[in-house]
């Protein structure tokens, strides 16, 4: 980094030049500065210093003897090849925040008198030499100093990286920006979520398209009802939320209500409607007052395709488990309840684990409405049954440990 000398001498100062270049053949003149040399200023790089006969370049960072050439040895360094490369190098690059520079002042060296009369002109050069790579890498640090210090996922920073190219393309734009949590909350709803809905309804005005409907329950404890939709759009398949609503209860009723709501509201025709995907349950596909049912005399041409797989897979897998009267759920849920409440008990499997050179996870739980899920928890407890089982072991009676001794020498092996 260039230091920003301290002994350069001004016009305004006190003092005198013809004193400090006294005997030289060639003593400093202001009017050398109001030359050019392949297009550029000398003010603009060269300045006077307190020392009898030098000068100084800015871009160069280097200390030039003029007392016996004059003009003639600041020329011979402005065309000079390491300048050149100097000069071409600082408008390449610009300087870090913070990273400081050289007072660039292009009023340098002119009569007081005229300084009044000058305008406002754009230097040549940038401030403080700063390589590329260093300048990545600044960026880059910022960055991931920003998802670490948000405790954001790491997996965003190419989507951010991506967002951030855009929006520097318009500078003026980007620092007019002021975006704070209750704008941006205001912004989104009734802006960018509006925008969405309606190119999303014009779409599906004039597109065939097909709805998957489900209930959940929200945060709030509220039954919301999500409606997606799927149709073609430039020739690719895409997936939309078209909206959401709160039901006081899940009946079919109320359901197609709010979808008949939704639909002539936003004056989506009906024969645009080819399908309806939707769960397994009663008040989806009841054959007599199910959802489907009754979207069926609106739209007598829905196809059927079935209910969700996934809840067929569910639903067998429920009928499959039945005559095994749960034994192999319950000893899943009474392994979860022994660690969930006790901090000393998982530090104690934690333990056996290190020693067996098993990886440690807390004993997962099946959700008693997603009967696969039961054998997610199967595959984590059959990989770590040799430490559950040496856990467990230490709870026995004498007589049980007995019993029980061959099965630890065989999981401990």
Not at 11 to 21: F, Q, S
Not at 119 to 130: G, I
């Amino acid at each position: 980094m260039a230091t920003i000398r301290k002994d350069i001498v001004n016009r305004t100062d006190e003092a005198d030049i013809r004193t400090i270049d006294s005997g030289l053949k060639n003593p400093w003149r202001w009017d050398w500065l109001e030359k050019s040399v392949n297009g550029v200023y000398v003010r603009e790089v060269i300045r006077k210093l307190r020392s009898c006969g030098v000068a100084y370049c800015l871009v160069c960072s280097k200390e030039l003897i003029y007392g016996s050439r004059g003009f003639s040895a600041l020329a011979k360094h402005m065309e000079s090849r390491k300048h050149a490369d100097a000069v071409e190098a600082r408008q390449k690059n610009v300087p870090l925040p913070g990273a400081g520079g050289y007072n660039s002042d292009i009023s340098y060296g002119l009569h007081p008198m005229f300084k009044g009369c000058l305008t406002a002109s754009e230097n040549s050069f940038s401030q403080q030499l700063v390589p590329l790579a260093d300048r990545i890498a600044n960026s880059e640090a910022m960055l991931l100093g920003f998802l670490a210090e948000k405790s954001l996922s790491f997996s965003l920073a190419p989507d951010l990286l991506v967002l951030v190219k855009e929006l520097s393309k318009d500078r003026k734009a980007l620092n007019g920006i002021r975006m704070h949590r209750t704008s941006a909350a205001y912004k989104l709803r009734f802006g960018v979520a509006r925008t969405f809905e309606q190119n999303l309804v014009k779409d599906l005005k004039r597109e065939k398209f097909s709805l998957n409907i489900d209930e959940s329950m929200s945060n709030n404890n509220e039954k919301i009802v999500t409606v997606l939709v799927n149709y073609l759009r430039n020739d690719k398949i895409v997936t939309e939320h078209l909206q959401s609503f709160a039901v006081p209860s899940v009946n079919s009723t109320l359901l197609f209500q709010g979808i008949v709501k939704l639909l002539e509201e936003n004056n989506i025709p009906w024969h645009n409607l080819m399908s309806v995907l939707l769960d397994s349950c009663h008040v989806m596909r009841g054959k007599k007052s199910g959802l489907e049912s009754r979207l069926r005399e609106k739209c007598p041409h829905l196809l059927d395709i079935d209910g969700d797989s996934c809840h067929h897979a569910h639903n067998a897998a429920k009928l499959f488990c039945k005559p095994f009267g749960l034994h192999l759920e319950s000893l899943f849920t009474d392994i979860h309840n022994d660690f969930k409440w006790s901090p000393d008990l998982r530090a104690a499997l934690m333990e056996i684990c290190e020693i067996l050179n098993i990886k440690y996870t807390m004993p997962q739980n099946y959700i008693s409405f997603r009967w696969l899920s039961v054998y997610v928890v199967a595959q984590d407890f059959s990989r770590m049954i040799s430490a559950l089982t040496l856990f467990y072991f230490s709870f026995l009676s004498r007589s049980e440990k007995t019993n029980f001794l061959p099965v630890v020498y065989i999981q401990a092996s």
